[in-house]
């Protein structure tokens, strides 16, 4: 599975935006996806996970009430909208792959990542 992050840029304490993680091979409808964010210097952070059918999903608490994720197993891609974006958002958001019925917010179950979409959000 390929995948191909897009959306992130500038934006201020409040604002929204919407990512996009595209899969270019493979079958999407097989794989947990998940977002992940890392800034630099430190570790990779889980984000969110959507189910292989987008029936159930599981966030981070910093972000719960904020963010939401979905999929469209129809367009092989899979979203994430932010709102009310807070200055310690801000980060590289990668999107990720893992070929397993349930959810996890272990980086190490994830077999395939993008590359990440910066994200940055102006106090």
């Known amino acids: 599975v390929q995948l191909q992050a897009s959306g992130g840029g500038l934006v201020q304490a409040g604002g929204s935006l919407r990512l996009s993680c595209a899969a270019s091979t493979g079958t999407f409808s097989d794989h947990v996806m998940g977002w992940f964010r890392q800034t630099p210097g430190k570790e990779r952070d889980f984000v969110a996970a959507i189910s292989r059918t987008g029936s159930v999903t599981t966030y981070t608490d910093p972000v719960k009430g904020r963010f939401t994720i979905s999929r469209d197993n129809a367009e092989n891609t899979v979203y994430l909208q932010m709102n009310s974006l807070k200055p310690e958002d801000t980060a590289a958001y990668l999107c990720?792959?893992?070929?397993?019925?349930?959810?996890?917010?272990?980086?190490?179950?994830?077999?395939?990542w993008g590359q990440g979409t910066q994200v940055t959000v102006s106090s």
């Open positions: 990720a792959a893992a070929g397993r019925y349930t959810l996890t917010r272990n980086g190490r179950d994830y077999d395939y």
